[in-house]
């Protein structure tokens, strides 16, 4: 039988898959297919959508993206990679925080998708709306714009981090010594590239939330490299880097170190 630690684990996997299609097909998108990525992340999961067998990916997509998302939730609940809870520690798992709202909003976009039917016609609303529908939500609670704002700076903190993964490797720490040597410059590369993605998303809510510049300019994955594309060079080099995320992803999904679940809480947590 199956024990917790082996199902969550598994789940986490599946989720490092998820993202290996999601950053690959975002990198490979925006090199190749102009009008697609100017549809933002709508335009990742239609390229996803058309594959053969594209709308199995999508809900393996879906399962896996909402595993990765609550894997980095529990890092600002539990700590489960051991970053502390001095003022560093807390920046990093505040970072993994807003990755997890990133990765939630970018599963139920690949919901809409998935939940088409043969006829083209989505069970729910269009994809590409998704993550302003949910800003103009909250845009409309009392103190909804500080909630942004800060969601923004959670994004600047964790892109820091993720520049700061890039040049350095720590990201090492958790993955295998069977891993393939080539790992760590992958991950080096899709970092920074990411980085600078989290930057756009993160500017995107302080903006909304700080600056009333409204919720329809609040960006997701997709919208955020769409916005990148008149930049050229650094346009290009970031969809390179994020394809090499994807691979680097694929990697994490066979070689990256799982925390166990702690058998007595029931909280999963890296052993010493």
């Not at 998302?69 to 520690?89: H, M, T, V, W």
């Not at 993160?202 to 990148?228: C, E, H, I, Y």
Request: aromatic share 12%; with cysteine.
């Amino acid at each position: 039988m199956v024990d917790k630690s082996e199902k969550f684990s598994w789940l986490v996997r599946v989720g490092y898959f998820s993202r290996a299609i999601l950053y690959f097909v975002l990198g490979l998108v925006a090199l190749t297919s102009a009008s697609k990525i100017a549809e933002g992340t709508n335009g990742i999961f239609r390229a996803i959508n058309d594959f053969p067998g594209g709308n199995v990916i999508l809900w393996i997509m879906v399962i896996g993206l909402t595993a990765y998302a609550l894997f980095r939730f529990c890092s600002p609940l539990f700590d489960i990679e051991n970053q502390g809870s001095d003022g560093k520690g807390w920046a990093k798992r505040i970072g993994h925080a807003g990755s997890g709202i990133a990765h939630i909003a970018l599963a139920y976009s690949a919901y809409q998708f998935a939940g088409r039917d043969s006829s083209g016609t989505s069970s729910g609303s269009d994809g590409g709306g998704g993550a302003q529908e949910a800003a103009s939500g909250v845009l409309s609670m009392e103190f909804g714009g500080a909630l942004l704002g800060i969601l923004g700076v959670a994004f600047f903190i964790a892109a820091i981090f993720q520049v700061k993964k890039g040049i350095t490797g720590e990201f090492m720490n958790r993955i295998s010594g069977q891993a393939p040597s080539a790992t760590r410059w992958l991950g080096g590369a899709g970092y920074v590239a990411r980085g600078v993605v989290y930057t756009v998303i993160g500017w995107s809510l302080f903006k909304a939330g700080f600056m009333s510049s409204g919720a329809s300019q609040v960006k997701t994955l997709g919208d955020a490299m769409a916005s990148l594309a008149g930049d050229g060079f650094i346009f290009t080099l970031t969809a390179i880097g994020l394809m090499l995320f994807g691979l680097f992803s694929l990697v994490l999904a066979r070689y990256r170190i799982i925390p166990e679940l702690d058998s007595d809480a029931g909280v999963p947590k890296f052993r010493a």
